[in-house]
């Protein structure tokens, strides 16, 4: 029976492609205040300035490629059913070749109505403009969470990480929530790694910590998988 392995990433995994983490050590996002770029107030304060930050985002995303560690959790579908459950915006794990990812925070290449958030589009090229409408006539905003806006999500993750064999934790401070608490909707006693440089501390017994960036952190995590794994499973 193929093991279920739920990975759980953050801005560390997309760091290595030349992704900037947003939020710097002064706190501020691309020199800007968190509340004047991703909340719903900024939105109604000043559409032009949100709408340029996510596109300075996009543009970045459009020049950066997968990661060796993008690669291998996608390569690693070969020996199980893995599920990915991102708080990242970007859409790297997709163009590594994952075929099954959750993207709690939203998408980046994606906008959606302001008036029917089921209507939902793709953005071509980079660039999202005031005057931008929805089938309704609404102006299109990017399809992302922003601060104080409820994660629609969470519960489908939730589910998700309460039915996996193995988890992997990698490149998330363990900070922001509600999206940090999934760590412990896994089921007590099974393998689970946390991979980044700079580990978060997380009470759970058994955990295995490998102190390392994502690229050469998931390369050993994945060599402890695959070494327990059934002969029959790995291909």
């Known amino acids: 029976m193929r093991k279920r392995v739920v ?8 760091a290595e492609s030349g992704l900037k983490t947003f939020r710097g050590g002064d706190g501020l996002w691309e020199g800007h205040r968190v509340e004047d770029v991703a909340t719903f107030e900024a939105w109604k304060r000043n559409r032009e300035l949100v709408l340029e930050f996510y596109n300075q ?21 070969k020996d199980c059913d893995v599920e990915i459950i991102t708080q990242n915006v970007d859409d790297l794990h997709e163009r590594a070749g994952s075929t099954r990812v959750l993207h709690l925070h ?30 309704k006539g ?16 969470y519960e489908q993750a939730a589910h998700v990480m309460s039915n996996a064999d193995i988890v992997l934790v990698i490149g998330t401070s363990l900070v922001v929530y509600p999206a940090a608490g999934l ?3 896994a089921p007590r006693g099974i393998p689970l790694y946390l991979i980044d440089p700079s580990p978060a501390y997380v009470d ?20 402890g998988i695959r070494s327990s794994l059934p002969i029959s499973n790995i291909r």
């Open 106 to 135: 939203g998408e980046l290449r994606r906008s959606r109505s302001t008036v029917d958030p089921r209507l939902v589009y793709e953005i071509e090229g980079s660039e999202l403009k005031v005057g931008d409408l929805c089938e």
């Open 57 to 77: 985002r996009r543009r970045q995303l459009l020049h950066s490629t997968p990661n060796d560690a993008h690669r291998a959790l996608a390569e690693l579908e």
């Open 138 to 153: 609404s102006q299109l905003r990017p399809h992302i969470v922003w601060f104080g806006e409820p994660v629609p999500l």
């Open 7 to 14: 990975v759980f990433t953050g801005a560390g995994i997309s």
């Open 204 to 223: 759970i017994p058994g955990l295995v910590v490998i102190a390392e960036p994502a690229t050469t952190g998931v390369r050993h995590a994945l060599e």
């Open 183 to 185: 760590i412990y909707e």
